[in-house]
């Protein structure tokens, strides 16, 4: 989708410095992928204390007993 922006120079500048990015495009899209990938971090981060934890909860034993049913299952 063509879009016309007007960027401040010096932070497209700045981009191209950080991201190694060679065009406009590509410096801008990776900004935004990565403003993108931070937020949902920050959300992540936000749940930490909110959520209810089993601390009896074996997470090793749970994955062992999963690769047990999945070798299990014949190949079709």
């Known amino acids: 989708m063509a879009t016309n922006l007007s960027i401040d120079p010096d932070l497209l500048d700045l981009a191209f410095t950080v991201s190694g990015e060679k065009t406009k495009k590509a410096a801008v899209t990776r ?3 990565e403003f993108i990938a931070r937020r949902r971090q920050k959300r992540l981060l936000e749940l930490f204390g ?15 007993r999963q690769l047990k049913i999945t ?3 014949p190949r079709a």
């Open 31 to 33: 900004a935004l992928q």
């Open 50 to 64: 909110s959520l209810d934890w089993d601390e009896s909860y074996d997470y090793k034993a749970e994955r062992e």
């Open 71 to 73: 070798r299990r299952r």
